[in-house]
């Protein structure tokens, strides 16, 4: 019991006193540009509880989901792909080292130009962000199946789908999620840059927006809601990876703890 | 063999944007024929403008990186060492890390408008992450016996800093400094074209307001060839500063 109050203790006593001090150093504060803590609080839930949270978050959201969903499903299916193959693997991968080397905001103005500015661009946005980190582990990851395992499903004649499922998605796994975890915070990023160009809702729009009206308390409270939204889908993605990967950490600490 | 396939890989790749255009695939005012987009870049190569902008951002990342670095190592050391200072901040770590850094656009612009050094607080702030997380990691990997060896032998803190941990973190330091590159390079780019301050990404916002689309591509080419520059260049650092390491003594007996 005491323990648990000891992890709880030591998680929570930072953070307090650095919100505190924040809360107490900017309390008088006449700065136009930092205003008391109490003010950025006050305003937050009128400005986004209210229709704000139908008109910009959720769009903003709704875009990262497709855009992030679809990036997993084709960057692991290409990586699959390109990973069991070993030509395949040489031909494709200097272009694929120079594709990811590009900065990924850099292709906002290219992709403004195909999909024009409307919910399509963004969500291709986040795609193409989100794609190389997936795609790049997961060949990674097939590369790098156990050949001992490998050979007994030869020896057993595990094939096709099964052999895929069991042997190559399994082992690949690890890797799979470490590259989903990248691409997550590369999507957020994609999400908020991607509303700053050239948009009418979303959360890096009324950031933006806040901002070039000078209604400083509102854009800071939108730069806390956005990093807390960055914090919420992490801890979302570790529980997900958490029951995902279970069997994977369970073997990895099983041995030690002997 | 390897190398040969590569390069039929980015000859094909090249070939097939130039011929999807020409044949009528995708309209060429979108995406135009690779020779296009060579022709311009070689044309931009001429100009001292162009060498300016690459300069630019080269400082601004430098900078950046270096920053964050001595941020990074230094705080990393002074919070990982001492284990009560580490489980008080690992919360407040694992909270800062994963807040976006383009949340603070609005911030950096609103307080340093459309300067350097709006650009440099947000390549410092995201580079700095992926180096403290490395430290500590380090830091905290240190082998409990050597550990136990220099208290025995009575090192004092500095030395122990010096012979015990710093060899001990210097390959995650490395390796943080390899991801830091990376993220400082998107975020230098990300800030100039965002934000406006002066580099390669502000002439490709220029290119594409005066809607010189083929310019637009070839900067994009300019920026991911920077960016497998990076890649290599902290590759061979990386093997440079560790030779030593028992990792990659082994990639070398291989």
């Known amino acids: 019991m005491s323990g648990i109050l000891a992890r709880v203790g030591y998680a929570l006593a930072l953070p307090v006193v650095l919100v505190a001090v924040w809360w107490f150093a900017s309390a008088g504060s006449t700065d136009f540009y930092f205003p008391p803590l109490s003010r950025i609080v006050a305003v937050f839930p009128d400005t986004w509880l209210s229709s704000r949270l139908a008109d910009d978050v959720l769009p903003s959201l709704t875009r990262l989901g497709i855009g992030y969903g679809v990036a997993l499903l084709a960057g692991v299916a290409l990586g699959l792909a390109i990973g069991s193959n070993r030509v395949v693997a040489a031909v494709t991968e200097p272009l694929l080292e120079f594709l990811r080397a590009i900065p990924p905001p850099v292709l906002v103005p290219i992709l403004i130009l195909v999909a024009g500015i409307g919910d399509t661009m963004k969500v291709l946005v986040i795609v193409s962000g989100c794609l190389w980190p997936v795609l790049l582990n997961t060949v990674d990851g097939v590369r790098a199946v156990d050949p001992v395992l490998a050979d007994t499903c030869r020896t057993y004649r595990v094939r096709g789908g099964r052999r895929w499922w069991h042997l190559v998605i399994r082992s690949a796994s690890p890797r799979i999620v470490t590259g989903a975890r990248q691409a997550l915070s590369v999507g957020i990023i994609l999400m908020v840059i991607s509303e700053m160009f050239a948009a009418s809702s979303g959360l890096g729009y009324a950031v933006i927006q806040f901002k070039d009206g000078f209604r400083i308390p509102q854009m800071w409270s939108g730069v806390i809601l956005l990093g807390l939204l960055g914090v919420l889908l992490s801890v979302l993605f570790r529980i997900v990876e958490h029951r995902v990967l279970g069997w994977y950490h369970g073997s990895r600490d099983g041995p030690r703890e002997r | ?254």
């Open chain 2, 1 to 254: 063999m390897r190398i040969l396939l590569g390069v039929a890989g980015l000859l094909g790749f090249g070939a097939l944007l130039e011929l999807a255009p020409r044949v009528g695939l995708v309209s060429d005012r979108y995406a135009p024929p690779t020779s296009t987009i060579l022709v311009t870049l070689a044309q931009r190569t001429g100009e001292s403008r162009f060498w300016l902008a690459v300069a630019d951002t080269l400082r601004t990342w430098l900078l950046g990186l270096l920053i964050a670095v001595a941020l990074g190592v230094a705080v990393g050391i002074a919070l990982g060492t001492v284990p009560v200072v580490r489980r008080a901040t690992a919360s407040t770590v694992e909270f800062l890390r994963p807040i976006p850094s383009v949340a603070l656009i609005p911030l950096v612009v609103v307080l340093y408008g459309s300067t350097v050094t709006s650009t440099l607080v947000l390549v410092v702030y995201a580079a700095f992450w992926q180096v403290l997380v490395q430290v500590m990691h380090g830091v905290a990997d240190v082998d409990p016996v050597a550990r136990d060896t220099a208290r025995t032998y009575g090192l004092g803190r500095l030395a122990r800093v010096r012979y015990l941990v710093w060899p001990t973190a210097l390959p995650y330091v490395v390796t943080g400094v390899r991801l830091a590159a990376t993220v400082a390079l998107i975020l230098t780019i990300t800030g100039e074209l965002v934000i406006g301050s002066p580099g390669l990404g502000q002439e490709i916002a220029t290119a594409r307001t005066s809607g010189a689309v083929p310019a637009m591509y070839a900067l994009t080419v300019v920026t991911g060839l920077l960016g497998v520059l990076a890649n290599v260049a902290t590759r061979a650092a990386e093997r440079r500063v560790l030779h030593w390491h028992p990792s990659l003594r082994a990639e070398v007996a291989a």
